[in-house]
């Protein structure tokens, strides 16, 4: 790498098909010797949370992109329902300060499933090769359930890095909140899709952003790149074709290698962009 100052990987959330995309983005870049698993700063929200473990534990893409082409038999899906999604809509829409917001989704998750009534952090595991913490900056976002405040998980969290991500993953309505450090948690990307502002100080960024869109204009991603200012930054989103390998339900095992496929065919068309980003 060329340029100086410190690079941030910033890694979205997306259910089984964003983390498939991801790593199909990552793979392709990486041949085309743009290999953004070297940044300084990995950030992972929900899926993302999942790409990031993977990628900063010294995991080679090409075998972590191999692996999404395979059958899913052992991947649970999942479906964030019509009726569960509007369940959600009302906690945002009621005033109240972001932190308010996030505690009355928590309420409607702690309501829908009970902490640990699925095996999350089984689930997880299985995805991860390697359990531990890396010696990296690996930064793992999620949301207290009952207070609503936003938390980062790092390696000096002291917490099971397993259980980290499954509390990142949690959609509220979908799967169980998760129990860290005798708090539970839900899914990061409830307070933003990406957390982009978690990369504060960073002078390059590169976000993969399989869902771009955001609960708030203060929560988009354009708004957090513009509070943490960097020198060079580009966002990354699915383009039509990604789109529909996704299909309707981000959390089908079965759209996950046709959503691998898009990721990798996408990156032809990023790597010169993102190179510019890396290298300046």
């Known amino acids: 790498m060329t340029g100086t100052g ?73 479906r964030l329902s019509r009726i569960a999604a509007l369940r959600l809509v009302p906690p945002y829409a009621l005033p109240g300060s972001g932190r308010a917001k996030l505690a009355r989704v928590g309420r409607v998750a702690a309501a829908a499933h009970a902490p640990g009534s699925v095996d999350r952090e089984g689930v997880i595991r299985a995805r991860l090769p390697v359990h ?32 980290a991500v499954a509390a990142s993953c949690a959609v509220p309505t979908v799967w169980p909140p998760v129990v860290v450090g005798g708090r539970t948690y839900m899914d990061g990307g409830m307070r933003s899709t990406a957390n982009v502002d978690v ?27 513009e509070r943490v200012g960097p020198r060079a930054w580009s966002v990354v989103t699915p383009d039509a074709e990604a789109l529909a390998a996704f299909g309707r339900n981000l959390l089908d095992p079965a759209k996950r290698a ?23």
Do not use: C, H, M
């Open 6 to 78: 410190t690079s941030a990987l910033v890694l979205g959330g997306g259910g089984i098909t964003g983390i498939a995309w991801e790593l199909g983005i990552l793979a392709g870049l990486a041949e085309a010797g743009v290999d953004l698993t070297g940044a300084d700063v990995v950030v992972g929200t929900s899926a993302g949370s999942v790409v990031g473990a993977q990628v900063t534990n010294g995991l080679p893409l090409a075998d972590l992109y191999a692996e999404q082409l395979t059958p899913p038999d052992a991947e649970i899906g999942g």
């Open 132 to 163: 531990d913490w890396p010696e990296r900056d690996l930064r793992i976002t999620a949301v207290d359930t009952a207070s609503g405040e936003f938390t980062v998980f790092t390696r000096d969290s002291g917490v099971d890095l397993v259980a």
């Open 199 to 225: 990369a504060a100080g960073a002078e390059r960024v590169v976000v993969l952003a399989p869902l771009p869109r955001s609960v708030s204009r203060k929560a988009s991603i354009r708004a957090q790149v």
């Open 258 to 280: 046709a959503a691998a496929e898009a990721g990798l065919r996408q990156s032809r068309d990023l790597a010169e962009q993102v190179r510019g980003v890396w290298e300046a």
